[in-house]
């Protein structure tokens, strides 16, 4: 189906376990983004990517690695995840960084949460 | 960093009223979003706003773009049910996006 998915939709893990998000995209945006939001915050920027093999640090960068090997993927890992980082997770993509207003598109989220 | 700041953060009305959400910063944008995200879902985009001054009308909802492109405004007139959701600004500026933390507006039937 076209669009993008994010994978799973929810996630219980342990504190200091790895975990990977996984975020597809098929319409091949050239950029794609990882958000989190917690109760009482909106979207905070984790990381970017403008291209194949390009990514940069958003907001909160910190306890997380990404990569983009492939235009369509983008996947987010907590190296060794903690409590702090239970949260729900948007995956996003857009044609451009939305710098004159490209919309962004948005995966249905993936609910963490670290015990 | 720039900060979006939104107000109300919890809005409450009976169907038929009519609201103005704000979104204000200290930040020049070069183009401003709105979103609106339901719950389990994500945010989906109703309306971008470019220019200085700008009024954008989509059926019942009008969005205007402060003289400055440091605010934003989104005006509700006779709210539904189906309005109800977080409502999220977003700035955009150097290739990255900044939200808000959002309006969660509840219209009661």
């Known amino acids: 189906d076209a669009g993008i998915t994010q994978s799973p939709r929810y996630k219980i893990t342990e504190t200091g376990r790895q975990v990977t998000l996984m975020c597809h995209q098929t319409?091949?945006?050239?950029?794609m983004f990882w958000y989190r939001q917690d109760l009482g915050h909106g979207l905070r920027l984790i990381y970017y990517?403008?291209?194949?093999?390009?990514?940069d640090k958003g907001e909160v960068p910190d306890g997380y690695v990404v990569s983009r090997s492939k235009t369509e993927n983008f996947p987010l890992t907590l190296e060794s995840a903690t409590r702090s980082q239970t949260s729900v997770y948007f995956c996003?993509?857009?044609?451009?960084?939305?710098?004159?207003?490209?919309?962004?598109?948005f995966g249905q989220g993936t609910r963490l949460t670290v015990v | 960093t720039q900060l979006l700041e939104q107000s109300p953060q919890f809005l409450s009305i009976q169907e038929g009223e009519n609201l103005t959400v704000y979104c204000n910063s200290s930040?020049?944008?070069?183009?401003l979003q709105w979103y609106r995200q339901e719950p389990g879902e994500g945010p989906v985009l109703l309306v971008t706003?470019?220019?200085?001054?700008e009024v954008k009308k989509l059926k019942r909802l009008t969005f205007q773009f402060g003289d400055a492109r440091k605010d934003s405004s989104l005006h509700i007139t006779a709210a539904q049910p189906g309005d109800t959701g977080l409502y999220l600004c977003?700035?955009?500026?150097?290739?990255?996006?900044?939200f808000g933390d959002g309006t969660t507006l509840t219209v009661k039937p």
């Open positions: 977003a700035g955009a500026d150097a290739g990255k996006s900044t």
């Open positions: 996003a993509s857009s044609e451009s960084t939305g710098g004159f207003g490209t919309e962004a598109f």
């Open positions: 990517s403008a291209a194949a093999d390009i990514t």
């Open positions: 319409w091949s945006h050239s950029y």
């Open positions: 930040s020049v944008f070069s183009s």
């Open positions: 706003v470019v220019t200085g001054g």
